[in-house]
């Protein structure tokens, strides 16, 4: 369920609701033709590229977002120095469309909640599917770990749990326990529901809340992008939940490095402490190559950065 936005990844605001290009030139479905799908690379774990968009006259942060297939976050990552509530007309807005593939096995749907995003990889067809994700705000965060889709629904009634009602009414708003299919159901047309049952990967009816911090826990989508989920996914697909800011890969015999804005929670954890997660990430991945080189001062760079794009940090020979 989902009614807040963010303006930054760690302040909730209410906002009212709000009514690709592929780089491999495959297009398996009209659906998808709204998603990034890009071929897995043989070698290496990066797909995809950085390019731009113009801002056109009246379009804010989150139109560019959505015509783009990028969350709000990773939008205002790439690009500090513009102004996301008065960007202006005619400004070239980076895209930041290259991505370091999370750690792990590429099966399933693997999402990464310090990115925002979502991996699929679509069975038997050697490529991966990835959309901009909303999660869950301070004090209702979406939990890691390893789950399956349980349930397809098309045309979901939202049952609100007693938690979120309660919550919704000490800020004033009012919702039914149960509210049917429509254009004010937060669930939006397509749910999937999660083994563990109180979660779930669902459309929404505020669109602008995609790429941020918006939920009590349940992982929001673009309409676009949960309607071809709900069609390409079985009922079992493995769903793997990770927390990863800083992910690294090779590219050839250069190494990169991907920096994103922890959330809060892991702020909190480490205290101060960040550079030995991005350096203990770092040297899993250099220890692949006996005579990898790294430059440690462009390292804590790109970390301190987070601008969300992939940099090269250091070679092998």
């Given at each position: 369920m989902d009614l807040k936005v963010c303006a930054r990844k760690d302040q909730t605001h209410t906002f009212p609701k709000f009514p690709k290009w592929v780089v491999t030139g495959l297009l398996f479905t009209a659906l998808q033709a709204h998603a990034s799908t890009f071929a897995l690379p043989e070698k290496g774990n990066v797909v995809g590229y950085v390019r731009t968009s113009t801002v056109l006259a009246g379009e804010s942060f989150t139109d560019v977002?959505?015509?783009?297939d990028i969350g709000f976050y990773e939008l205002l990552e790439a690009n500090p120095n513009i102004d996301p509530m008065h960007p202006r007309a005619g400004q070239t807005v980076v895209i930041p469309s290259r991505y370091i593939l999370p750690s792990g096995p590429r099966?399933?749907?693997?999402?990464?909640?310090?990115?925002l995003r979502m991996y699929h990889y679509l069975p038997g067809q050697n490529v991966v599917v990835t959309e901009p994700i909303g999660i869950g705000r301070q004090g209702w965060e979406t939990p890691t770990g390893e789950l399956t889709v349980t349930q397809k629904q098309k045309d979901p009634a939202w049952h609100a749990p007693p938690a979120v009602i309660a919550d919704l009414a000490?800020?004033?708003m009012y919702y039914p326990k149960v509210m049917p299919p429509?254009?004010?159901n937060p669930l939006g047309r397509y749910m999937l529901r999660l083994s563990n049952h109180t979660?779930?990967?669902h459309g929404t009816n505020a669109p602008q809340g995609v790429g941020r911090r918006v939920s009590a826990g349940c992982i929001r989508m673009y309409p676009e992008d949960v309607e071809r989920l709900f069609y390409s996914v079985n009922i079992g697909t493995k769903v793997r939940i990770v927390n990863e800011p800083y992910k690294v890969a090779w590219i050839g015999d250069k190494l990169y490095m991907e920096s994103h804005q922890p959330l809060k929670e892991t702020r909190n954890h480490f205290r101060g402490q960040l550079s030995n997660l991005w350096s203990d990430a770092v040297k899993r991945v250099m220890s692949q190559r006996s005579t990898a080189q790294v430059n440690w001062n462009l390292v804590n760079q790109v970390g301190h950065a987070q601008s969300g794009i992939p940099t090269a940090i250091g070679s092998s020979s």
């Open positions: 977002a959505r015509k783009n099966e399933g749907v693997v999402i990464n909640i310090a990115e000490r800020k004033g429509g254009p004010d979660y779930l990967i």
